[in-house]
């Protein structure tokens, strides 16, 4: 069983690239999340979404996107990449609001 | 909206010492609270979780947790820890309630040291 399953694992983007976190999950789970995790700071939410069609900002929203056509995909896109979104970007899914399960993550490094 | 406070960054202790990782939140409505870990270069993996009864909860690898109610507290403790468990222990929270869009909010971690 594959759980949440986040690709690529690693990636070096130079300024003002683009690119799209891929993650998706196996579980049919409503609840998706995305997390960024600096040194120190934790995790900090990015954009979530309650299920297909509806996704609502986190803490940090700027500099990202967010879709969610399916109950499986939550795609993350940086349009205008930057080294302040350099960084560990966690995938997440939940039933509801009980427990978050979480992706391997994909370390982002913006040159 | 909810928040987590983790107020030590930082907990060294001895093998085979107690420890305790302390968390509070804040919220006005009710909550669902969870302590996950976090091993070097890998996601996080839930420790034990509180959604309601019993306040005193027990998780995986010997953890165990209680809610407070009254003093918004979920603090984590292991009465004899192992050089294992040298991780990233975070707390975080949810609402409750029919029609909440809950978001899953993090504190800012503690990472426990544990030394021979």
């Known amino acids: 069983n594959a759980g949440v399953t986040q690709t690529p694992k690693f990636r070096i983007l130079k300024i003002g690239q683009s690119m799209t976190l891929q993650c998706t999950q196996d579980?049919?789970?409503?609840?998706m999340y995305w997390y960024r995790q600096d040194p120190g700071m934790g995790l900090k939410l990015i954009y979530y979404?309650?299920?297909?069609?509806?996704?609502d900002k986190g803490e940090v929203p700027n500099g990202y996107n967010v879709s969610r056509s399916t109950t499986e995909d939550f795609p993350l896109r940086l349009e205008l990449a930057a080294p302040s979104q350099t960084s560990v970007y966690f995938c997440a899914s939940a039933r509801g609001q009980r427990e978050a399960f979480f992706g391997q993550g994909t370390r982002l490094t913006v040159v | 909206a909810q928040s987590v406070t983790q107020l030590d960054s930082q907990v060294p202790v001895f093998e085979e010492a107690p420890v305790e990782l302390r968390c509070n939140y804040s919220?006005?409505?009710?909550?669902?609270l969870f302590w996950y870990v976090q091993y070097p270069n890998q996601g996080l993996q839930l420790l034990l979780k509180?959604?309601?009864?019993?306040?005193l909860v027990k998780g995986i690898n010997g953890f165990e947790a209680e809610f407070n109610k009254s003093q918004t507290s979920f603090h984590l403790r292991k009465p004899s820890v192992h050089i294992s468990d040298t991780a990233e222990y975070f707390c975080a929270v949810s609402t409750t309630g029919i029609g909440t869009a809950s978001k899953l909010t993090f504190g800012t971690g503690t990472r426990l040291q544990v030394t021979l």
């Open positions: 979404s309650v299920g297909a069609g509806i996704t």
């Open positions: 579980m049919n789970h409503n609840y």
């Open positions: 509180y959604l309601s009864g019993s306040t």
């Open positions: 919220s006005s409505v009710s909550v669902y």
